[in-house]
């Protein structure tokens, strides 16, 4: 749901449906540009939490409610990532 983010109201702190994970905090940016975007026109920067006593560690977790997973079904993820560093996708 909202996979590519387009579904975005200009001020909120996240696309619709899409959450930060605050055990993993990370500084997230709504970014809104046609020409930098993989698809559509909105994505995601991410950047190291590096508030004054917060977590200063390099992982940080978005997330999403995904679909009802039925018994006996295969289930495909994907996304798009540009950057540096590691991403990890986790289907919980």
């Known amino acids: 749901k909202n996979g590519g983010f387009e579904k975005y109201e200009e001020g909120r702190e996240m696309p619709e449906g899409w959450h930060s ?3 993993y905090p990370i500084r ?15 994505f995601l920067r991410l ?3 590096q508030d ?9 977790a978005i997330y999403t409610a995904g679909t009802q997973v039925k ?6 993820y994907s996304l798009w990532a540009k950057g540096r ?7 919980y």
């Open 21 to 23: 994970n605050p055990a």
């Open 28 to 42: 997230v940016k709504v970014m809104v540009d046609k020409e930098l975007a993989h698809g559509g026109k909105i």
């Open 47 to 49: 950047e190291e939490k």
């Open 52 to 60: 004054k006593g917060k977590f200063k560690g390099r992982e940080g």
């Open 71 to 76: 018994k006996g079904e295969v289930y495909e």
């Open 85 to 91: 560093g590691k991403i990890r996708l986790f289907p």
